[in-house]
């Protein structure tokens, strides 16, 4: 039997509200299941408004918009992420200003932050890798002293939090990812966090094709009408009724995650321990992701077909950034890469989806063992952290 990467679930009342929001006449965006996500998310994360978005890269648009990023201005971001992180603000004119990543959680260097900060400078988008929290109070008070607008690409951070806040609520917007290669899924999906009040009212507007209908619809203004640039941002309430049956078990879902994360450490723990291997921090994430760093490209790429000879699909990311044709032609680095270029060489992340069952974790966890005692493999290098 193949053992996927990821595999998409349904936890609950998915089809149930699909169904009933059809048959309620209400599917375009915006309805009572939308509704209800935007409150829950709105509670339980502790942000003044979210917002739906098809996807988070759509959140992190509507980011850029708001931000008002012009031709020239500058974003500093990690190369280690998804593409969206940075093509969000390229959109825009704006340069992406790429830095290097912690070797411990493998999230922007805070430290070297300063560093990148340029008069043209506007933005700071931390992103919290595997659901593990940035440095957020060095973050925040660095873009307060410099006057900088902070998003959040919490895409892999639903419900993780940094010192009791949530993840996506603390800097002026939060993007969040509910693709199904999420913890919580709606096919594709995404939300806004608009954690500064000054910017709710421009948000709805930008989301609604740069009109202000949210208003009109509220009673607020009497006719909607172009009042800004802006574009089609909304997902549909069928979207929203699906997402709203996975929110209502958020937390059991993470909680089923993090448990297939638990036994991956206890199992591989003594590997890392022998010097072969390291493994992420499991209780500091929300169990989106479980990576092994190994001790070479090399020996990565036999990793993967070891475990693809027994039917397990691994797979690895992200071809940084700043190496990438478009990062090369359109961004640029502060500082050196070495982080980020040993770290995209050497992680692999290992099959971890919600169906996941004790026998699964252990089919993969026996063939990671049968690869490193055949005895062919190097020792993991004390100085790559
Ligand atoms: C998944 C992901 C995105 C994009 O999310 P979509 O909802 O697919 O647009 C952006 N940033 C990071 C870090 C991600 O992991």
């Not at 739906?52 to 648009?61: M, Y």
């Not at 410099?146 to 009791?164: K, M, N, P, R, T």
């Not at 290992?350 to 026998?359: C, D, R, S, T």
Request: hydrophobic share 40%.
């Amino acid at each position: 039997m193949k053992i996927p990467f990821n595999k998409p679930f349904i936890v609950g009342k998915e089809l149930y509200y699909i169904a009933k929001a059809v048959l309620d006449g209400h599917i375009s965006g915006d309805g009572p299941y939308t509704k209800r996500c935007h409150r829950w998310l709105e509670e339980r994360l502790g942000s003044p408004q979210a917002l739906l978005t098809h996807s988070c890269t759509a959140a992190l648009e509507m980011a850029a918009l708001l931000c008002d990023i012009q031709p020239g201005d500058e974003v500093i971001l990690p190369s280690y992420t998804f593409v969206s992180t940075a093509n969000a603000f390229v959109l825009r004119g704006g340069i992406p200003v790429f830095v290097d990543i912690r070797p411990d959680t493998l999230n922007l260097d805070e430290k070297l932050i300063e560093a990148a900060i340029t008069p043209r400078t506007k933005a700071i988008v931390p992103v919290h890798y595997a659901g593990v929290p940035c440095e957020m109070d060095a973050i925040m008070e660095i873009a307060r002293r410099h006057e900088l607008l902070v998003v959040e690409d919490a895409a892999q951070a639903l419900l993780s939090s940094y010192q009791g806040r949530a993840l996506g609520s603390i800097g002026h917007f939060g993007c969040l990812s509910f693709h199904e290669t999420k913890n919580v899924i709606s096919g594709e999906g995404g939300a806004l966090l608009v954690n500064d009040s000054t910017f709710i009212k421009r948000a709805e507007i930008v989301r609604e094709k740069g009109t202000n209908r949210s208003q009109f619809f509220r009673g607020q203004v009497d006719k909607y009408t172009w009042v800004e640039p802006g574009s089609s941002y909304l997902p549909s309430e069928i979207i929203g009724a699906f997402l709203y049956a996975q929110l209502e078990n958020a937390e059991q879902i993470i909680a089923a995650r993090k448990k297939i994360c638990r036994l991956y450490v206890e199992r591989l723990s003594f590997l890392e321990e022998a010097g072969r291997l390291r493994l992420p921090s499991v209780e500091a994430g929300n169990g989106h992701m479980f990576y092994l760093l190994l001790a070479s490209l090399e020996e990565r790429t036999r990793l993967i077909e070891h475990l693809k000879a027994s039917d397990i699909l691994s797979v690895f990311h992200y071809v940084p950034l700043h190496s990438s044709p478009a990062g090369i032609k359109l961004g640029r680095v502060s500082g050196n890469m070495a982080v980020t270029d040993s770290v995209a060489e050497r992680l692999l992340r290992l099959p971890l989806y919600y169906e996941m069952g004790e026998a699964e974790v252990d089919r993969v966890v026996e063939c990671v063992a049968s690869f490193f005692e055949a005895g062919t493999v190097g020792t993991y290098p004390k100085n790559k952290g």
